[in-house]
């Protein structure tokens, strides 16, 4: 962890640690001139055990992300009566777009022409449109999930052509970087592409960007969603 607020929320209770991150996004929002409630948290989950996501949920929080599709769906069962948010937030195979089409509210990972396919084929009828973001690679790296930035436009195309999709913007995981400068510069160029999609794009509204060591930066730069996982759980059980 990059910042002292980090290394201290390790010692807290989850309910302590929500209204800790919550403080952090206030004060991003602050620096940067920003209205707070146009940047929303999104719990990672993955990892992290039942009992936990209850605490949290007691404390008010219903968007949670998840990675694994197994782990998700045991969560999602188990938590059914609650009046909860469910994002998939990891890399895609293609074998698993029906489950994810079915029990997911959001997929911030969509990255090529054939999962824009499968989830719009795939979305119950008696469901809402899927929200979807496109992963964006910003750093060229190889093994990594995301599209080209070049690839954006046609990708949002073909969402908008999906019947059953509904396209809301961008999400990108950017290298990790030491300095707060650094950061922002890349969040920025992250930013510039959300803004140019959503010259286009009506319904484009969200930029989901910034994890525990880099959240600040985010949303100083533009993010309007952050996904949190360990400086609001705690360290994760497992790094499946
Ligand atoms: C795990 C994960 C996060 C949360 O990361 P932390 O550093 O634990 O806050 C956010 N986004 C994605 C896509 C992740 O996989």
């Known amino acids: 962890m990059t910042n002292q607020i980090s290394a201290q929320s390790t010692s807290q209770a989850p309910g302590d640690r929500l ?28 990892g992290q055990p ?5 605490t949290l949920i007691a404390s ?6 998840e990675n694994y599709l197994d782990e998700a769906l045991e969560k999602i069962a ?50 809402n449109p899927l929200n979807v973001l ?5 750093d060229g790296e190889q093994q990594k999930a995301g599209c080209d ?23 990108a995981i950017p290298a990790p970087r030491e300095q707060r400068q650094e950061q922002i510069a890349v969040f920025e160029q992250l930013y510039d592409l959300y803004a140019e999609l959503k010259l286009t794009h009506r319904g484009v509204d969200t ?18 969603m952050v996904r949190v996982g360990t400086d609001l759980f705690g360290p994760r059980r497992s790094q499946t």
């Open 19 to 46: 209204a800790r991150i919550q403080a952090r996004i206030d004060a991003a929002c602050r620096t940067s001139g920003r209205d707070p409630d146009t940047v929303s948290l999104l719990a990672v989950s993955k």
């Open 50 to 54: 039942l009992h936990a996501l209850k």
């Open 60 to 65: 008010g929080q219903q968007a949670f992300g």
């Open 78 to 127: 188990a938590l059914a009566d609650a009046p909860l948010t469910w994002h998939f937030i990891g890399p895609i195979q293609s074998n698993k777009t029906r489950a994810i089409a079915e029990n997911f509210d959001w997929v911030h990972s969509v990255d090529r022409a054939k999962i824009i396919r499968r989830l719009s084929d795939q979305r119950p009828d008696s469901l």
């Open 134 to 138: 496109i992963q964006v690679n910003l």
């Open 149 to 171: 930035p070049d690839q954006i436009e046609a990708l949002a195309a073909r969402i908008e052509d999906s019947p059953r999709l509904v396209l809301r913007g961008l999400m």
């Open 207 to 224: 930029l989901s960007a910034g994890m525990s060591g880099d959240l600040e930066a985010a949303i100083i730069a533009g993010s309007t």
